[in-house]
T-cell receptor
Framework: QKEVEQNSGPLSVPEGAIASLNCTYSDRGSQSFFWYRQYSGKSPELIMSIYSNGDKEDGRFTAQLNKASQYVSLLIRDSQPSDSATYLCAVKISGGYNKLIFGAGTRLAVHP | DGGITQSPKYLFRKEGQNVTLSCEQNLNHDAMYWYRQDPGQGLRLIYYSQIVNDFQKGDIAEGYSVSREKKESFPLTVTSAQKNPTAFYLC?????????????FGPGTRLTVT
């Protein structure tokens, strides 16, 4: 059974701080990784994708990938109360079709 | 405006009734997916379709059925055989093919069965 693990949280950070969200996965052959943001009662929204080892930056968001350790993380700089949401990590499993496995998500709370 | 629409937003049904959830996309995506989300759990794949007139079971297909007669549409029927149908149902689509794995979600349908 291929799995994606995330700490459920809540992760509480003060406004302006860096929030660090982590995800581990079991499928060593996975090559594609995604971060989604889901506000309460809403559907997930894709915020980052990463395919290569290292860092990928997009505005206040940085995704970090380490395939050897089977670890992917999301950093949110200058956290804002509007960043308060659940962040889902998704991993495309190795194989012939476009199946993503989702973690259960980490709830982030940014307090003023 | 390109996107994915799901209707209705909220749906209430009595136990024993079949119900069909609508999903339409105008993104010209080949692949479409149905997920179910329960509180505190990740998304679980019900069915997916990589191309018109073809679909495959996901991890939790029992009690569900789908059709893919048009590229734009991928309706999901929740049958009376589904033991615990109350959940948040999410439809997604992706370009399809190799190298394009980003999935984009519709707004979801919250189904309550009593």
């Amino acid at each position: 059974q291929k799995e994606v693990e995330q700490n459920s949280g809540p992760l509480s950070v003060p406004e302006g701080a860096i929030a660090s969200l982590n995800c581990t996965y079991s499928d060593r052959g996975s090559q594609s990784f995604f971060w989604y943001r889901q506000y309460s009662g809403k559907s997930p929204e894709l915020i980052m994708s990463i395919y290569s080892n290292g860092d990928k930056e997009d505005g206040r968001f940085t995704a970090q990938l380490n395939k050897a350790s089977q670890y992917v993380s999301l950093l949110i700089r200058d956290s804002q109360p509007s960043d308060s949401a659940t962040y889902l990590c998704a991993v495309k499993i190795s194989g012939g079709y476009n199946k993503l496995i989702f973690g259960a998500g980490t709830r982030l709370a940014v307090h003023p | 405006d390109g996107g994915i629409t799901q209707s209705p937003k909220y749906l209430f049904r009595k136990e024993g009734q079949n119900v069909t959830l609508s999903c339409e996309q105008n993104l010209n995506h080949d692949a479409m997916y149905w997920y179910r989300q329960d509180p505190g759990q990740g998304l679980r794949l019900i069915y997916y379709s990589q191309i018109v007139n073809d679909f495959q079971k996901g991890d939790i297909a029992e009690g569900y059925s789908v059709s893919r007669e048009k590229k734009e549409s991928f309706p999901l029927t929740v049958t009376s055989a589904q033991k615990n149908p109350t959940a948040f149902y999410l439809c997604a689509s992706s370009i399809g093919g190799l190298g394009s794995y980003e999935q984009y979600f519709g707004p979801g349908t919250r189904l309550t069965v009593t």
